[in-house]
Structure formats: C-alpha cells, structure tokens
C-alpha cells in the first residue's frame, strides 16, 4: 500500500537530528548486571544535543523552512533541559510530522528513555498513532522508508552520495567525535544540524520518488541548501555548501529556459 503523505493544508514536517555519550555510570552499572554482553546497550547513551528543523511544501509545490533550533548539554544545560525546550518546541508544531534517519531504532528511543529519567510526557509526534498508521501517520523514519520490507538498510552518506551532494561535504559524518570526556560543543552543534539539512534532503527525494510533490529534487534541494545557508553562514561547511547550491542553481536554470 503506497503511504499518501500528504497533508489538506499541504506537508508539515519536523526533521530531527539528536547526539548522544555513553553515560559511564549507566554503562558500568548495565555491565555489572549482565557481564555476558561485551557491548554497551542504547539505554546506557544520554543526550548532548538535540536539533530540530521544521519544513513545510503548500499544495503548490513550494518549499519553506522555519527556525533551525538546537539545544546543547552545556554545563548549565541537564539532559532534562534539553528534552523540556525540545519538546516544547514539537508541542508548537502539532500536525507536522517527525522525520529522522534511522530514527526509529535510535533517536526515538533514546528520546523516550531520557523522558523516562526526566519524567517527561511524549510530544504527540513520539506517542503511538491513534487508530491505522496512514491516517495518522505522526513519524517518518526516512532509513526504514527506503528498506521497507527488504533487508538492506541504507546509511544516510550513501543516500546523499547517489544524491550528488560532494564526498568533501561528507567526510566527518560517520564519526563526529562525540566524546562525553572532550565534548566540543560547536562541532557538536554543527554536525547535528548538518544532519537534519541531509535529512531533509532525503525526505524531499522521497517525496518526489512517490509523486508527493510537483517540484525536481533538484529545486528542493537548493531551497533546503539556501536556506540553512541564511541560518547558518559562518558553519565550517559554508563554503561546500555554497559550492554546492550554486552547481546545482546551474542546472536548473538550464531546465527553466528550455521548459
């Protein structure tokens, strides 16, 4: 059955992009419990980062971006901290549907366990949806979108890669570095939002792919690129970036003069 994501007043969506540590009590804890397993468990990972970006497409086909919003567990900021504001924040957005990477497996669930600690109650977008998925569809994870019932699961990079976004703009991804004994905050910062912009990528490619929207991937992807370009133009990846919209401005302009 083909999902219709589509939304009466056009398409809502919060992509969301969150890092997290080992917490070295819960993962000493968790091993003096279970000495068998030689590997550390999702549960014994704690928040030090949260990214959330809202898009939305009208029901002509025409893109549009809100504030791109991060929260960081600075020494001033608990990991309660970061799940109230982001929370508050998915609260704001009500009918906009969640939208991660992979997110089902891991960021919903560190999501729900730190709301467990804290004593949290779910945004809409992470409770379980209210009668048949597709007519309340509250959360996309992009990564399961494209496996569906096959075995293969595809890495966000490669995704991107076959998207044509640069090698150059990529390197880094696979290990940002988040160490919970040397947090560099502003790299932190950075690669979450990258994160959610790659992100947000993919979903307009699928969205496309499913005939969701009337506009080219490659238009949306400029938006996208523009945009968080505006957001963020002193990040580290600023000038790839802008490489990047402006290779592919050039091949738009092209299409619209022969159109």
């Not at 709301?115 to 945004?123: C, I, R, T, W, Y």
Request: aromatic content about 6%; some cysteine; overall charge neutral.
């Amino acid at each position: 059955m083909k999902m219709n994501l589509r939304h009466p007043r056009g398409q809502k969506y919060l992509i969301i992009d969150t890092e997290s540590v080992w917490d070295p009590y819960l993962r000493e804890a968790y091993q003096s419990i279970d000495r068998r397993n030689e590997h550390a468990r999702i549960g014994c990972r704690k928040l030090v980062a949260i990214t959330i970006w809202p898009i939305e497409i009208d029901l002509l086909g025409r893109l549009s971006t809100g504030p791109l919003q991060t929260w960081l567990a600075t020494d001033e900021q608990t990991e309660a901290d970061l799940l109230k504001s982001a929370f508050t924040t998915m609260r704001q957005y009500p009918d906009h549907i969640l939208v991660g990477h992979g997110s089902i497996a891991h960021d919903c669930q560190i999501l729900m366990l730190a709301a467990m600690s804290a004593d949290l109650e779910l945004p809409r977008q992470l409770q379980p949806a209210q009668g048949p998925r597709w007519q309340d569809l509250r959360h996309i994870d992009t990564g399961l979108r494209m496996k569906g019932s096959g075995k293969t699961w595809h890495h966000l990079s490669e995704v991107l890669l076959r998207l044509g976004l640069p090698t150059a703009l990529l390197l880094g991804k696979v290990d940002p570095q988040v160490r919970a004994e040397a947090v560099r905050w502003a790299q932190i910062a950075e690669h979450c939002e990258k994160d959610v912009l790659f992100t947000a990528l993919a979903l307009t490619a699928i969205l496309r792919l499913d005939g969701e929207v009337p506009a080219s991937i490659a238009d949306m992807h400029l938006v996208l690129c523009e945009a968080f370009l505006r957001r963020r133009p002193e990040a580290v990846c600023a000038p790839l970036l802008r490489k990047h919209a402006d290779d592919l401005q050039a091949v738009i302009v092209p299409q619209s003069e022969a159109a």
